[in-house]
T-cell receptor
């Protein structure tokens, strides 16, 4: 079993839709959770990070962590064509600097 | 700051040749990571350094791969001899402290071994 599972998609939605991206993880020692966005032929860039259960909001983006279920989500409201990219979840044990990435979900937002 | 700088952006080489990938981390960052990305396996951590010292190289696939960090502003990843299955995008990333601010990735080196 992989330490982080993420559906690779692809996911295609119309502009303005709410997008839900998800990951599950296997090790309860993981305490640090991040979401990265990767445009085609570019390096991943940090979108959001959190280390506690609950929600964290930043503009149109909301990161949600449920440690009891070992489940993390990223919601994108009012999706835009510019949101078309691959979204990768990443997790790490607390204070241990070694991120493990999910496979990435490819998202396409069409006008 | 110019961010994490990797060179070359693209590399095409013949099987059996030596390949050297280069990385300049962000000034002041004390952690440096080498990742490999393929469609089949996603982003895999190969090795990481803290203050120029290799901490974990358990992801290096085999002895053909080696990495060095001679100083705080430069690292290399070498493959010798290269094989077609090494074809991938290789990313370098850096961060400070325990990574609370996330990693900053370079633009990657797209390696093709023919």
């Amino acid at each position: 079993q992989k330490e982080v599972e993420q559906d690779p998609g692809p996911l295609s939605v119309p502009e303005g839709a709410i997008v839900s991206l998800n990951c599950t993880y296997s090790n309860s020692a993981f305490q640090y959770f991040m979401w990265y966005r990767q445009y085609s032929r570019k390096g991943p860039e940090l979108l959001m990070y959190t280390y506690s259960s609950g929600n964290k909001e930043d503009g149109r983006f909301t990161a949600q962590v449920d440690k009891s279920s070992k489940y993390i989500s990223l919601f994108i409201r009012d999706s835009q064509p510019s949101d078309s990219a691959t979204y990768l979840c990443a997790i790490s044990p607390w204070g241990y600097n070694k991120l493990i990435f999910g496979a990435g979900t490819r998202l396409a937002v069409h006008p | 700051d110019a961010g994490v700088i990797q060179s070359p952006r693209h590399e095409v080489t013949e099987m059996g040749q030596e390949v050297t990938l280069r990385c300049k981390p962000i000034s002041g960052h004390d952690y440096l990571f080498w990742y490999r990305q393929t469609m089949m396996r996603g982003l895999e951590l190969l090795i990481y350094f803290n203050n120029n010292v290799p901490i974990d190289d358990s992801g290096m696939p085999e002895d053909r791969f080696s990495a060095k960090m001679p100083n705080a502003s430069f690292s290399t990843l070498k493959i010798q001899p290269s094989e077609p299955r090494d074809s991938a995008v290789y990313f370098c990333a850096s961060t400070v402290g325990t990574g609370d601010y996330g990693y900053t990735f370079g633009s990657g080196t797209r390696l093709t071994v023919v």
